[in-house]
């Protein structure tokens, strides 16, 4: 039986909520299709000691203020896990999970929305998968040949799991600094290798001055003025307490990037080598887009060509959340809220 809704929106997750929000505030009817089993998305998979980049007043989706956590001026992200739940209760969101949905097809005027829970038949669609369940490994030569472990940001817990190990972080980004910070303050020998030198945001720079910085270059962008370089002219790395405390305790020292996995650990073009245990490669992600190749809307680098979150070739289908080419800091708690709230807005015009 195929089931029947205004607006099927796929992911429950951050993006998926601040667009559920918004389309109750359309008076749009709606389904939200979610595969994991539990609330917060990719927030419930994080390594341990992940926190926020902002205070929680900072971190919010639209209509609900995340509270404090008490003791801790960054929330962890199992206070995020909370505030998400809390939120879809709150709301009375319907989530429908878990649902995993496969395919997205052109069907006369509407959209076919095929899952493993059956099939929905929808006016419009909005995809907030984001990227965390498709993890980016670069080609490197020797990844077979290395003896040791390898695994992905998203395999990283905690440095329990390599007590007494020799460990090299691949990356230069935020999750690559605090995971490097995470095992080197727990006493694990660390080689921290980035693909340039680490650039270090100033301290006194959270996520509201990241938000800002992307928001402001997105209207620049849309005035026709000239790129102001956003978050990237700022920095790579939030300087985060654990960061900040590696980095000034000298644990935080990146080497370059390899130019191979040998056996045994890593070797740089001038022959010399670091011995390791284990390789993590915190190399970033991936838009999640799988279930919208029957579309055949794919462009450049992976991504959907959009206008806002707009697909330019599918009119009826928006995309949410997937980083600022849908949405200035959409990727973000506190960025979501007005992209979605566009989505919102462009879809209800559609249907009426």
Known sequence: MTRTADVVVIGGGQAGLAAGYHLRRQGVGFVILDAQSTPGGA????????????????SSLPGRPMPAQSGETYPDAGHVVDYLADYEQRYDLPVQRPVRVSAVRPEGERLRVEADAGAWSARAVISATGTWWRPFLPAVAGRGVFAGRQLHTVGYRNPADFAGQRVVVVGGGNSGAQIAADLALAGIELTW????????????????????????????????????????????????????????????????????????????????????????????????????????????????????????????????????????????????????????????????
């Open 43 to 58: 927030w419930r998979h994080t390594w341990d000691s992940l926190h926020l980049f902002s205070p929680a007043a900072f």
């Open 193 to 352: 290798v980035t693909q340039r030198p680490a650039r270090f945001l100033a301290d006194d720079i959270d996520g509201r001055a990241l938000f800002d910085a992307a928001t402001a270059r997105r209207r620049a962008l849309d005035q026709g003025a000239a790129d102001t370089g956003g978050v990237a002219s700022l920095g790579d790395i939030v300087a985060v307490p654990p960061v900040r405390a590696a980095r000034d305790g000298g644990l935080l020292k990146a080497a370059p990037m390899f130019q191979r996995l040998v056996a045994d650990g890593v070797q740089w073009a001038d022959g010399s080598r670091a011995e390791a245990d284990a390789v993590i490669w915190c190399t970033g992600f991936r838009p999640a887009l799988s279930h919208l190749a029957p579309l055949g809307l794919r462009g450049s680098r992976g991504r959907i060509p959009t206008e806002g979150t707009r697909a330019l070739g599918e009119p009826r289908l928006h995309l949410l959340g997937y980083g600022d080419w849908t949405g200035p800091a959409s990727a973000t708690l506190i960025g979501v809220g007005r992209p979605a709230r566009d989505a919102a807005r462009q879809i209800r015009s559609l249907l009426h």
